[in-house]
């Protein structure tokens, strides 16, 4: 009797852990399938440039005051945080630089990739879903056009190259915010507070950032325009397909932050 009750207690451990990690493997392949599908349709015409520029506009330009403003706050805080830290240390100098390295290996890219994620990738699933559940994607196969080709690689494209740009900006207008609240408020001589910077920033630094930048960017366009494209279930489930896509997005993009940096500092650092 004891142990038909321990193979029941193990099924209901065992089966539901080998549903997460099956379902998990099934869907990595079905990113994975849409990637190979999206690069394979790339370099093959049409080359729709009109739909790429409104994609660029609607992930990037239009995501551009969200992206200047939590930049402007993240380096402010950031820094007088970090000023108000250094000071007990007596190294209120390293204020300037130590914002600078932590916008442009971390901050910049992460931050960013979560608001265009939070906005562009929803607005991208939503679109997607609603012309799933419509048959307006049934419609343009019908009409001999490639959906992958026609609504998913602008967008993919879009979001690779768009996220790094953002990221650059969110570098630039960071440091202003930390420019100004460490020189304004916590007193840094201005002068340290750059030539800090100049000294510990490098190339490397910034290569880094907009490395992680360009990963996240094709991802997290990747994550919403395969949770759009396949949406099923009517107005619920387009509902169901943005929630998972602005969560497997934020999710994503941490893990992968982690084992970026980690292979960074192996190939670079280590080496």
């Known amino acids: 009797m004891w142990l038909e009750r321990l193979a029941s207690w193990i099924d209901r451990l065992w089966l539901p852990a080998l549903r997460l990690v099956v379902g998990f493997v099934e869907t990595l392949g079905q990113h994975m399938i849409l ?8 370099l093959r015409p049409p080359y729709r440039l009109v ?4 994609a660029m506009v609607f992930i990037g330009f239009e995501s551009l005051p969200i992206v200047l403003l939590i930049s402007l706050f ?7 945080q970090l000023s108000s830290a250094l000071k007990t240390f007596q190294a209120q100098a390293f204020t300037g630089a130590t914002v600078g390295l932590a916008l442009a290996r971390e901050l910049a890219p992460v931050f960013t990739s979560i608001v265009v994620s939070a906005r562009a990738g929803a607005g991208i699933a939503t679109e997607l879903g609603s012309m799933r559940i419509t048959e307006q994607i049934d419609a343009l196969a019908t009409m001999a ?9 602008p967008r993919v494209i879009a979001g690779t190259v768009m996220v790094p740009l953002l990221a650059m900006l969110f570098n630039v207008v960071g440091m202003c915010g930390a420019y100004v609240v460490a020189v304004g ?3 840094v001589d201005r002068g340290i507070f750059i030539e800090k910077a100049q000294w510990l920033l490098d190339p490397n630094d910034i290569t880094q950032g907009m490395v992680k930048a360009v990963v996240f960017g094709c991802v997290l366009t990747l994550i919403a325009c395969q949770q759009g494209y396949n ?12 929630t998972r896509s602005v969560v497997g997005s934020f999710v994503t993009i941490l893990v992968l932050d982690y084992f970026l940096t980690d292979l960074w500092l192996t190939l670079f650092q280590k080496g």
Request: aromatic content about 10%.
């Open 185 to 187: 408020v916590q007193n």
């Open 35 to 42: 990637l190979f599908s999206v690069l394979r349709w790339a």
């Open 51 to 54: 739909v790429l520029l409104e």
């Open 231 to 242: 949406a099923s279930g009517g107005a619920k489930g387009v509902g169901v397909a943005t």
């Open 145 to 153: 056009v490639n959906p992958v080709q026609y609504l998913i690689v």
């Open 74 to 80: 993240v380096g402010a805080v950031f820094a007088l």
